[in-house]
T-cell receptor
Framework: DTGVSQDPRHKITKRGQNVTFRCDPISEHNRLYWYRQTLGQGPEFLTYFQNEAQLEKSRLLSDRFSAERPKGSFSTLEIQRTEQGDSAMYLC???????????????FGSGTRLTVV | DQQVKQNSPSLSVQEGRISILNCDYTNSMFDYFLWYKKYPAEGPTFLISISSIKDKNEDGRFTVFLNKSAKHLSLHIVPSQPGDSAVYFCAASLDSNYQLIWGAGTKLIIKP
């Protein structure tokens, strides 16, 4: 296990369809994060899990978005009834809970690029 | 309300010279600052971080300086190398959680 894996790398969908993304974190990392990045902007926080518990959700995460992390391993992010404004890069990251310096241990996947047409 | 700002969308530097990337923030409660580097089609990669109780942190060619009174931090890369060409993001966190708040990034181009 050499890093954070995200699948698929690219997804094109029609407006109104549902999509689901998967993230496999580094196996020993107990924290998992989802971020969204649009062109010319930095990543925006969506949600974060510690083990299987979803501890924080951004107000950016509308009712159409849902994330799960069953058994505290991989995570899925589902977007229902996609809209063109959902087009973005969806980034997953994982880290190991530790003292404050653990922030340096944030490891990102390569992301899933979603295009809603 | 952008709490972390990187006002230079791009920066071009000659190979071998110093690259200085700047970042400003508005929230004085931020207690940790990080720099990430991002190549196209890849996720961000952690570079270096600094705690708010320090004013400098150095790691090889990379040094981050923090000026709390000015709410400003900078990343110095010396000497700059072609492989340093990438987008650099500044990010900050609050003590209460591990969520990172990011700037919009600066594209660094190292000219041979």
């Amino acid at each position: 296990d050499t890093g954070v894996s995200q699948d698929p790398r690219h997804k094109i969908t029609k407006r109104g369809q549902n999509v689901t993304f998967r993230c496999d974190p580094i196996s020993e990392h107990n924290r998992l994060y989802w971020y969204r990045q649009t062109l010319g902007q930095g990543p925006e926080f969506l949600t974060y899990f510690q083990n299987e518990a979803q501890l924080e959700k951004s107000r950016l995460l509308s009712d159409r978005f849902s994330a799960e992390r069953p058994k505290g391993s991989f995570s899925t992010l589902e977007i229902q009834r996609t809209e063109q404004g959902d087009s973005a890069m969806y980034l997953c990251a994982s880290s190991l809970e530790s003292v404050k310096g653990g922030l340096a241990g944030y490891t990102f996947g390569s992301g899933t690029r979603l295009t809603v047409v | 309300d952008q709490q972390v700002k990187q006002n230079s969308p791009s920066l071009s530097v000659q190979e071998g010279r110093i690259s200085i990337l700047n970042c400003d923030y508005t929230n004085s409660m931020f207690d940790y600052f990080l720099w990430y580097k991002k190549y196209p089609a890849e996720g961000p990669t952690f570079l270096i971080s600094i705690s708010s109780i320090k004013d400098k942190n150095e790691d090889g060619r990379f040094t981050v300086f923090l000026n709390k009174s000015a709410k400003h931090l900078s990343l110095h890369i010396v000497p700059s190398q072609p492989g340093d060409s990438a987008v650099y993001f500044c990010a900050a966190s609050l003590d209460s959680n591990y969520q990172l708040i990011w700037g919009a990034g600066t594209k660094l181009i190292i000219k041979p």
